[in-house]
């Protein structure tokens, strides 16, 4: 795909909507058919044996590649400036699929305190149950990757910005500090998008999506991607995806994103301008003690966040001087936005990680919260209504806080 008459390489935008697609090769379509099939049917048996030994590019089965995903992943590798991309059915599937891949009996990974609560539950609850060593420390400070990286590391892994909080880790400072020492650096861009923040340019080695977020940005599906080199896509696709997890995005769900996709850039825009209204209005209320938002200035996030994001997000977090009572009564008097988890959609969502992790104790007593995580955090997905409404509302609930 070329911008006819210009020498320069289409922008974002365009990208997001025409890269990999020429719909001459399909009957004209303009939006890409959905392949819905499960299995290939092959001219002869030695046809197959071509596919089967890479001689010749066709399809084999489902499970492991489909041509509707494969033009969701070469979509998605050429926004992030990756070589190749493996879209599986879930942001865990895609957080499993790469540690299982890539991670063996007597490995380490060192990864930030602080992480979804999932991935959080995977790092602190499974590896360590397969002999892999898990490595917390606090990477807001990547000095201290000094004392945590050894011969036997194998990956570097966080989120940025995090979850639930927003913090931001400098990714470029991280790469600095791993240089030499063979290990790779994962990086969870769920919270930033694409279009946001592209880690490989910082020095990241792979990263990761929910696509479920912003990239789908409806809240209508679940599905994950990883991103990077075409070797390491290639072993997480034809061992973590084929048969450790076997967590296949469907061929529906690819084209739903690829739709979702086409607005990226529009969106983000949107959220960004809102929550950064937001975040002011938070910052400045007397009933409000503290506020996160990487693009509030004179924070040392927003120092790090200029580097490495060209914008905002819409994810913030912020605590009430009336703490976990507070989040919870401010929180109950929300109108317009959804008390839900998850992020990213064009509804707004809210949620108090500590109320929820208290009920899920009762049923699972192994849960436990994120370190890091405080008691009065409230976690704010600002959403794509008009943004005079959601400050509205926000100061409706904030009112008798
Ligand atoms: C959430 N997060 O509400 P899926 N990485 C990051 C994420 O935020 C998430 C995943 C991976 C939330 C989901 S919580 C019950 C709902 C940074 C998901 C996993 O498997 O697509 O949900 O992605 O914070």
Known sequence: MSTH?????????????HHGYDPRKLLGAVAPPIFMTSTYSFEGVEDAAAVMSHEREGYLYGRTANPTQALLEARLANLEGAEACVAVASGMAAVGSLMLSLLSQDDEIVVHRTLYSNTYSLTRQALPRFGIKVVPIDLTDPSR??????????LIYFETPGNPSSEVIDIAAVAARARNSGARIVV????????????????AHLVL?????????????????????AATIDRIRSNGLNFITGATLSPMAAFLIMRGMKTLKLRMKQHAESAQAVAEMLAAHPAVAWVRYPFL???RDYEVARRQMISGSAMMSFGLKAGYAGAVAMMDRLQLISRAVSLGDAESLIMHPASLIRARQKFYPETRMAEGVTDDLIRLSIGLEETDDLLDDITQALAGA
């Open 5 to 17: 008459g210009k020498n320069r390489p289409p922008g974002f935008q365009t990208r997001a909507i």
């Open 145 to 154: 990757l000094d004392g945590a990286i050894t011969k036997k590391t194998k």
């Open 188 to 203: 969870d861009s769920t919270f930033a998008s694409p279009y946001v923040q592209r880690p490989l340019e910082h020095g």
């Open 209 to 229: 999506h929910s696509l479920t977020k912003y990239i789908n940005g409806h809240g209508d599906l679940l599905a994950g991607a990883v991103l990077g080199d």
């Open 297 to 299: 200035p004179g924070s």
